[in-house]
């Protein structure tokens, strides 16, 4: 399941609300017991709140869209895997896989200019996550980064 925020980002439908929908309408169609959410998310907080709203609905909530890594991953008391943000796919030596210098020249100037992408080496970050077959709850959340020349 894909929901978006609304912290800081454009006015969408509450996204607390369309996770009762979605999950409802599963349940309705005799859906599954694993369940992941990717909540994209601006606002740390939200994040948190989606992960404790959704605690023991789903097997696992996991932010992402700031394309930077938290170290909070853990297993919320009804058995909901967590993770704030998962981070990013793409070049290390970046901002949020932009260049350097084209991020700097917007900072600098406080001009609008076109972003590019960054060349090098790239990385890979991602979670692991275990769900128990007997309770359906999760059992283990693991942080998987690779990086790749």
Known sequence: MNLMGRAFMASLDCPFLAADALLEKLHEEG???VIIVDFHAEAT???QAMGWY???WVRGVFGTHT???TVDAKILPKGTAYLTDVDMTGPQDS???SSVE???ER???ALPNRLSVANGPCMLNSVLVDVDGETGKASLI???DRRVN
């Open 31 to 33: 859906g599954s017991k």
């Open 45 to 47: 907080s939200e994040k």
């Open 54 to 56: 959704l605690d023991g």
């Open 67 to 69: 394309h930077v890594g």
């Open 95 to 97: 901002m949020i896989g």
């Open 102 to 104: 084209t991020v700097l």
């Open 107 to 109: 900072f600098l100037t």
């Open 142 to 144: 693991e942080r998987i």
